[in-house]
């Protein structure tokens, strides 16, 4: 029978490994100018990527993810900050599955 | 903040700030872990964990959906091998968050910090880290976990606990905060490039393919994550390489 503490030391000690060893092995600027871009796209892509279309399936109903998308969008371009984009968000969410 | 930081202490005005605003910025991120770590706790429950050790497990971990795929592992008593194997490629992504942010580092900060800020790399804090302008300061991304940690730790453990107790209508309504987050990192800079603007864009519809089309949909969510972040990435760079290394942001 596995033991559960053994279990969490793995997945803990992985998770860590993963994070922990490009940033302390890469001391010295990449001069690389592909990998330059390809490093300062990434984090632009993952985020992409992770909300659409996952937005629409963490709702009840799809429609109120998608209200909740399009007022986070609206509010992030006329400049809400983070706290208040994810609070429009929400309040979006709130709003729309009152009459959905 | 502009201000150049001279010494890694929190003597420093400039750290001290930052911590401030990390602390702020953390609020709406603890708020969508809560949400999040609680159904995650549901899952921990069903693989048999405790409420201690469901607090342990995010604690410790810190990733959403290595996590699920580890309690789910754990649920089908599987080999120890097989639980390494599989949250190395749900943390994947990690790996290249990590680089990128080798990269946005004062070569002059003292490297025990580069151990305290890998720990908690995660989606969301390393979006709004990323976001900030010039070199990161570790007490910024310190005062955002001190916010969002506890309640990704807490939350998993309540979720262990309590069950489903939570009305849906809130965790419906809570689950989106993660995501009007990640806008607002992204759309900014959108406005700001329009090359980035496009490459969301194209991202918004890859995804959504991916998420539909027979031959990814199968794939987890983090192994989709994963390919399209290399393949969208490495397009972007070959098609538009940015010009010289400075003011990326």
């Known amino acids: 029978m596995p033991d559960m503490y053994i279990y969490l030391f793995i997945m803990a000690g992985v998770s860590y490994l993963i994070r922990v060893l490009p940033m302390t092995l890469i001391r010295k600027p990449i001069k690389n100018k592909f990998i330059q871009s390809f490093l300062y796209y990434v984090p632009y892509v993952t985020l992409a990527v992770m909300t659409f279309p996952a937005v629409i399936e963490a709702t009840q109903s799809p429609v109120s993810g998608l209200i909740a998308f399009a007022v986070g969008v609206l509010a992030a371009w006329l400049g809400a900050d983070l706290f208040r984009t994810a609070v429009f968000c929400c309040a979006a969410v709130l709003a729309a599955e009152l009459f959905l | 903040m502009g201000c150049k930081i ?198 918004f519809a890859a995804s959504f393919c991916a998420a539909y089309l027979p031959v990814f949909s199968g794939m987890s969510g983090g192994t989709r994550t994963i390919l399209l972040t290399l393949v969208l990435s490495t397009a972007a760079a070959l098609l538009f390489p940015k010009e010289e290394e400075s003011k990326n942001a």
């Open chain 2, 6 to 203: 001279k010494k890694y202490t929190l003597k420093n005005t400039c750290n001290q700030a930052a911590f401030r605003d990390g602390m702020r910025d953390g609020i709406p991120i603890g708020l969508g872990y809560f949400a999040v770590s609680f159904s995650l706790g549901i899952a921990a429950k069903n693989a048999g964990l405790t409420p201690f050790q469901g607090f342990l497990a995010s604690f410790l971990c810190n990733a959403s959906a290595g996590e699920y795929a580890g309690f789910t592992l754990i649920a089908a008593g599987a080999a120890y091998v097989e639980l390494a194997v599989v949250t190395w490629i749900t943390n994947a992504r990690y790996l290249l968050m990590s680089c990128a942010m080798s990269q946005r580092l004062d070569p002059d900060m003292p490297g025990y910090h580069r151990f305290l800020m890998a720990f908690h790399i995660t989606d969301e804090l390393f979006g709004i880290a990323i976001a900030r302008p010039g070199c990161l300061n570790p007490y910024y991304s310190y005062g955002a976990v001190l916010m969002a940690a506890p309640c990704w730790a807490f939350g998993t453990a309540l979720g262990v606990a309590a069950g489903s107790l939570l009305p849906l209508r809130l965790v419906s309504a809570f689950s989106v905060a993660l995501y009007g987050m990640f806008l607002a990192v992204i759309i900014p800079a959108a406005r700001k490039d329009r090359v980035i603007a496009a490459l969301i864009i194209c991202c």
